[in-house]
């Protein structure tokens, strides 16, 4: 009886040193897409708790690549759209954990259930094993940038569209000015899909042992069965998801003492919900007792390995991160009621000014992913961005899946710009005009009548077209900002007049061809971002922190002046203004935009 209650008490005791001792699988899903940071005020924060932020994923990649515990990685993949650039970080970091020595298995259950897949594919391939369920498919059926437009709906609605830009393939107007593509439209779009192409093709080849001409012939056949993407080589096992684990773990069946070593305490947490019920006569364990190894998902290892950067009394500085999303507005950051997050020019300009006056930062990675928005928010950004230059803080920018027109502009004054050789970015240009209405007020029977207490006093009315006085005004708005853009790449990037020329005119690059055109140094995500900010403030090793992060009480406290670091409020949720934003994101012009055309969705 004695020896049987001793079993029992040293039972929990042998399976917590199980845990802390065994090898560790680490866990990736991405159905959910990702996000480029967590949203900063509360509300949505607790909406968030189940999306991935892009920064978890691969730094925790990355970290399990050193981890001596962590033993494999597998990840879930379906056809739902990721962003171009932030599936090419996830391929690097995988990459990284491949080249460590270590297993990196894909399963899908259909890479686009009859739908496109190629984005998802492309992602999957970065992985040395690729499963899909015997139902499955593989939609490899070529990457497509398509634009709608409405103006031929439009005319019939009565309304026209006047306005102008700067200059032939600044081509935001023509959605609701066209019925077709332009000869320049048609001519930028070609060479990002050709582009985008090569690299889908390019990276396919690699990872599965193909050439990229056979990965032509076979997206041109797509989308493929599941027996068909078998036997051409595109993956190597049908298989469903409890077979696809239960050989994973098997692997390490018996090696529980593995990588004991390891000291890191953050690693000791398993992660809840890594079955999902699967059905099939082979075994399932939940947990990772029987087989010697245990599930974890990738960000819970992350956040728990990071532990340590957070612990006090660490000295000799660090490096800030500040991202900045969304469509660029003057004033605050928040998170709108439609979806997303707006950039609000003094939420980013108070961080940065923060940062440079910070004696702890050392240097500055700018994150940005936008397509844009004002330009005079965009100058306040780009100003702040060359004041902390100036200061002694060194600034690298990481482009995401876009950084164009003004999100361009917001970097151009950097140290180094990084970007994905899938980023969308350039689009050095400018747009503005309105809707006019006439037609269709006359067809519903409103009148409209003002006094003016000037010639121009309603030229931004949408009841009437431009007077001639008022185009000669549009016209040298756009001139102006025209040139302000282009003179201020010309300087910061150390081109001349005709190198800034033949990037310019409003036409959108992928990072390959923007680093090609001398408006990007170095082709890489965060991490190669990361290593420049290092090198530049002399400090191996810096660890990277979001900046600026603000406690419960913090956000309380009202900023004592716009010096204050408590200035840089993270985003809040926000009604004002929503209408506004939904327009810019139709296309519709405000005041001067440095907004690319449209939130493309490359699949």
Request: neutral net charge; glycine residues 14%.
């Given at each position: 009886m004695t020896m049987v209650l001793s079993v029992k008490l040293l039972d929990p005791v042998s399976?917590?040193?199980?845990?802390?001792?065994?090898?560790?699988?680490?866990?990736?899903?991405?159905?959910?897409g990702l996000a480029e940071e967590a949203p900063a005020d509360p509300v949505g924060q607790l909406m968030a708790k189940r999306h991935q932020q892009l920064r978890d994923v691969v730094e925790g990649v990355r970290r399990g690549a050193h981890d001596p515990r962590v033993k494999a990685l597998v990840a879930r993949i379906d056809g739902r759209p990721l962003g171009f650039a932030k599936v090419q970080e996830v391929r690097a970091a995988v990459a990284?954990?491949?080249?460590?020595?270590?297993?990196?298995?894909?399963?899908?259950?259909?890479?686009?259930?009859?739908?496109?897949?190629?984005?998802?594919?492309?992602?999957?391939?970065?992985?040395?094993?690729?499963?899909?369920?015997?139902?499955?498919?593989?939609?490899?059926?070529?990457?497509?940038?398509?634009?709608?437009?409405l103006g031929d709906a439009v005319e019939r609605l009565g309304v026209r569209f006047e306005g102008g830009a700067r200059h032939e393939y600044k081509n935001a107007p023509d959605k609701f000015t066209e019925s077709g593509y332009t000869e320049p439209h048609r001519e930028i779009t070609e060479r990002l899909v050709a582009s985008l192409s090569d690299q889908v093709?390019?990276?396919?080849?690699?990872?599965?042992?193909?050439?990229?001409?056979?990965?032509?012939?076979?997206?041109?056949?797509g989308p493929l069965l599941a027996a068909e993407a078998l036997e051409a080589g595109l993956v190597d096992r049908l298989a469903y998801r409890d077979e696809v684990y239960a050989e994973l773990r098997g692997r390490y069946a018996g090696s529980a003492g593995a990588g004991a070593g390891s000291s890191d305490a953050a690693t000791r947490e398993e992660s809840a919900g890594s079955g999902d019920g699967a059905t099939g006569s082979a075994p399932q364990p939940a947990r990772g007792g029987e087989n010697g190894a245990r599930l974890l998902y990738v960000g819970r290892y992350r956040h728990r390995t990071a532990a340590s950067e957070r612990m006090p009394g660490r000295t000799g500085g660090y490096i800030a991160l500040i991202t900045a999303t969304g469509i660029i507005t003057s004033g605050r950051s928040r998170r709108s009621a439609l979806g997303g997050e707006t950039m609000g020019a003094d939420t980013v300009a108070a961080a940065l000014r923060a940062a440079r006056g910070d004696r702890s930062v050392r240097a500055v990675v700018f994150r940005v992913d936008s397509r844009g928005g004002s330009a005079v928010a965009s100058d306040v950004v780009r100003r702040e961005v060359a004041l902390t230059r100036q200061a002694g803080t060194p600034v690298v920018a990481s482009l995401g899946d876009v950084a164009g027109s003004g999100g361009y502009h917001i970097v151009m004054e950097a140290d180094a710009i990084v970007a994905r050789p899938g980023t969308?970015?350039?689009?050095?240009?400018?747009?503005?005009?309105?809707?006019?209405?006439?037609?269709?007020?006359?067809?519903?029977?409103?009148?409209?009548?003002?006094?003016?207490?000037?010639?121009?006093?309603?030229?931004?009315?949408?009841?009437?077209?431009?007077?001639?006085?008022?185009?000669?005004?549009?016209?040298?708005?756009?001139?102006?900002?025209?040139?302000?853009?282009?003179?201020?790449?010309?300087?910061?990037?150390?081109?001349?007049?005709?190198?800034?020329?033949?990037?310019?005119?409003?036409?959108?690059?992928?990072?390959?061809?923007?680093?090609?055109?001398?408006?990007?140094?170095?082709?890489?995500?965060?991490?190669?971002?990361?290593?420049?900010?290092?090198?530049?403030?002399?400090l191996p090793g810096g660890r990277l922190r979001s900046f600026p992060v603000r406690g419960p009480w913090e956000r309380l406290v009202p900023a004592e002046s716009s010096e204050d670091r408590a200035q840089a409020p993270q985003s809040a949720l926000g009604l004002s203004g929503d209408l506004a934003e939904l327009a810019a994101r139709a296309g519709v012009p405000g005041s001067a935009p440095l907004l690319m055309p449209d939130a493309w969705e490359i699949r």
């Amino acid at each position: 009886m004695t020896m049987v209650l001793s079993v029992k008490l040293l039972d929990p005791v042998s399976r917590l040193q199980q845990r802390r001792s065994g090898p560790l699988i680490l866990e990736l899903d991405l159905t959910e897409g990702l996000a480029e940071e967590a949203p900063a005020d509360p509300v949505g924060q607790l909406m968030a708790k189940r999306h991935q932020q892009l920064r978890d994923v691969v730094e925790g990649v990355r970290r399990g690549a050193h981890d001596p515990r962590v033993k494999a990685l597998v990840a879930r993949i379906d056809g739902r759209p990721l962003g171009f650039a932030k599936v090419q970080e996830v391929r690097a970091a995988v990459a990284a954990f491949r080249a460590a020595g270590k297993d990196t298995v894909a399963w899908s259950e259909s890479f686009g259930d009859f739908g496109p897949g190629t984005v998802s594919y492309y992602l999957a391939t970065a992985f040395a094993e690729v499963n899909l369920l015997p139902t499955g498919s593989v939609g490899l059926t070529g990457v497509s940038v398509g634009t709608t437009f409405l103006g031929d709906a439009v005319e019939r609605l009565g309304v026209r569209f006047e306005g102008g830009a700067r200059h032939e393939y600044k081509n935001a107007p023509d959605k609701f000015t066209e019925s077709g593509y332009t000869e320049p439209h048609r001519e930028i779009t070609e060479r990002l899909v050709a582009s985008l192409s090569d690299q889908v093709a390019e990276g396919i080849a690699e990872g599965r042992g193909l050439t990229a001409e056979r990965v032509r012939e076979l997206t041109d056949r797509g989308p493929l069965l599941a027996a068909e993407a078998l036997e051409a080589g595109l993956v190597d096992r049908l298989a469903y998801r409890d077979e696809v684990y239960a050989e994973l773990r098997g692997r390490y069946a018996g090696s529980a003492g593995a990588g004991a070593g390891s000291s890191d305490a953050a690693t000791r947490e398993e992660s809840a919900g890594s079955g999902d019920g699967a059905t099939g006569s082979a075994p399932q364990p939940a947990r990772g007792g029987e087989n010697g190894a245990r599930l974890l998902y990738v960000g819970r290892y992350r956040h728990r390995t990071a532990a340590s950067e957070r612990m006090p009394g660490r000295t000799g500085g660090y490096i800030a991160l500040i991202t900045a999303t969304g469509i660029i507005t003057s004033g605050r950051s928040r998170r709108s009621a439609l979806g997303g997050e707006t950039m609000g020019a003094d939420t980013v300009a108070a961080a940065l000014r923060a940062a440079r006056g910070d004696r702890s930062v050392r240097a500055v990675v700018f994150r940005v992913d936008s397509r844009g928005g004002s330009a005079v928010a965009s100058d306040v950004v780009r100003r702040e961005v060359a004041l902390t230059r100036q200061a002694g803080t060194p600034v690298v920018a990481s482009l995401g899946d876009v950084a164009g027109s003004g999100g361009y502009h917001i970097v151009m004054e950097a140290d180094a710009i990084v970007a994905r050789p899938g980023t969308l970015t350039g689009s050095i240009g400018v747009y503005a005009g309105k809707p006019v209405l006439t037609g269709l007020l006359e067809r519903l029977g409103v009148n409209s009548e003002s006094v003016d207490g000037g010639a121009h006093a309603t030229m931004f009315g949408p009841d009437r077209g431009f007077s001639d006085s008022e185009w000669e005004r549009v016209n040298a708005l756009l001139d102006a900002t025209y040139a302000d853009f282009t003179g201020k790449v010309a300087r910061a990037r150390g081109l001349s007049d005709e190198q800034v020329d033949a990037v310019a005119r409003g036409r959108i690059l992928t990072g390959r061809d923007a680093h090609a055109g001398g408006l990007v140094d170095d082709l890489g995500g965060l991490p190669a971002a990361v290593r420049l900010a290092r090198e530049k403030a002399d400090l191996p090793g810096g660890r990277l922190r979001s900046f600026p992060v603000r406690g419960p009480w913090e956000r309380l406290v009202p900023a004592e002046s716009s010096e204050d670091r408590a200035q840089a409020p993270q985003s809040a949720l926000g009604l004002s203004g929503d209408l506004a934003e939904l327009a810019a994101r139709a296309g519709v012009p405000g005041s001067a935009p440095l907004l690319m055309p449209d939130a493309w969705e490359i699949r």
